[in-house]
Each structure stands twice: as structure tokens, then as C-alpha cells.
């Protein structure tokens, strides 16, 4: 069975960097072909994928995240993180990271952390 878990801090100041980590267990995010994922849901709107890191190593990020977003990866922790610059207050939301697979174009997401939720605030 395939466990992330979230980790990182709550509170994070306008302009600074959010930076989050999930760790993986039950599985290796070297695995072929899993593309791990961080998602969020701003409040009252729907999810928002923000980017991946597949078992490659490759990352593909939301054009609209894209000059704000990296994500990278520790295969020795099995584990890949999340780093958001300039931040907001409309940064402010759960983040999720979860497990995609590809069905044709289609990514899908079988599993999921339970989210952490950060906010953005002086």
C-alpha cells in the first residue's frame, strides 16, 4: 500500500518560499511510471495541479505556476519536494502531493497525502 505524507511548515510570509516535502512509502519514486504530483485546492474552487516529478527525474509544471514552481527530488529519503517562490496571500490553501499514472493523455491520481495546509500571512 503506497503512503505520502506531507511536511513542512504552516505559516509563510508574503515574497518568501513555501517549500513542502512528501515522503513516500509502500513504493519508489523511481518506479516506472508514476509522475508524483503536488495539487492544491484554493478556497471554494476546484483543484489546481501545480506540477510533477516522474520517475525519471524529468519535471513538468502548470504553465500558469510554471516561473514560481520547482519541484525536485531525494531518492535516497524517497522523497520529492515542492518549492514555490514569491508567495502571496492567494497561495494560501491545501496542498496535496499524490501518486499519477498516465491513461493515454489522461493523468490520473490513485494516491493521495493527506494535505497540509499553509498560509500566507506577515
Known amino acids: 500500500q503506497v503512503q505520502l505524507q506531507e511536511s513542512g511548515p504552516g505559516l509563510v510570509k508574503p515574497s518568501q518560499t513555501l517549500s513542502l516535502t512528501c515522503t513516500v512509502s509502500?513504493?519508489?519514486?523511481?518506479?516506472?511510471?508514476?509522475?508524483w504530483s503536488w495539487i492544491r485546492q484554493p478556497p471554494g474552487k476546484g483543484l489546481e495541479w501545480i506540477g510533477y516529478?516522474?520517475?525519471?527525474?524529468?519535471?513538468y509544471y502548470s504553465p500558469s505556476l510554471k516561473s514560481r514552481t520547482s519541484i525536485s527530488r531525494d531518492t535516497s529519503k524517497n522523497q520529492f519536494t515542492l518549492q514555490l517562490s514569491s508567495v502571496t496571500p492567494e497561495d494560501t490553501t491545501m496542498y496535496y502531493c499524490?501518486?499519477?499514472?498516465?491513461?493515454?493523455?489522461?493523468?490520473?491520481?490513485?494516491?493521495w497525502g493527506q494535505g497540509a495546509q499553509v498560509t500566507v500571512s506577515s
Open positions: 499524490a501518486r499519477g499514472e498516465y491513461n493515454g493523455s489522461y493523468l490520473y491520481f490513485g494516491y
Open positions: 509502500g513504493g519508489s519514486i523511481t518506479t516506472n511510471y508514476y509522475y
Open positions: 516529478i516522474a520517475y525519471t527525474g524529468s519535471t
